[in-house]
Nanobody
Framework: QVQLVESGGGLVQSGGSLRLSCTAS????????MGWYRQPPGKQRELVAT???????NYTDSTKGRFTMSRDNAKNTVHLEMNNLKPDDTAVYYC??????????????WGQGTQVTVSS
């Protein structure tokens, strides 16, 4: 079994910063691509950023230049550094990971989500 646990959400004023973290644990052989997604109130879940296990990142246009995703492969952990936050960034942020488990199945997993609220 694989678990993803996010941390670091909270309430911040517009223009402020937050750092989210997500750690994968459990019956893992290798963690491949990891991603951050978010679901704003009343809207569908959307992609924020992704990172390969080689460190290559991809960002959506709305977060490019403000958000930075990084990972520590030894700890199966990713971080999302969010700067110059805007009220439109308010959402529940979810971590995802594609994992080769010890059962030799390659499957995607999701965390429980962490709330980010940006006040104007």
């Amino acid at each position: 079994q694989v678990q993803l646990v996010e941390s670091g959400g909270g309430l911040v004023q517009s223009g402020g910063s937050l750092r989210l973290s997500c750690t994968a644990s459990g019956s893992i052989i290798t963690v491949y691509d990891m991603g951050w997604y978010r679901q704003p109130p009343g809207k569908q879940r959307e992609l924020v950023a992704t990172i390969t296990n080689g460190g290559r990142t991809n960002y959506t246009d709305s977060t490019k230049g403000r958000f930075t995703m990084s990972r520590d492969n030894a700890k199966n952990t990713v971080h999302l550094e969010m700067n110059n936050l805007k009220p439109d960034d308010t959402a529940v942020y979810y971590c995802s990971a594609w994992v080769l488990g010890q059962d030799y199945f390659y499957t995607d997993h999701w965390g429980q989500g962490t709330q980010v609220t940006v006040s104007s």
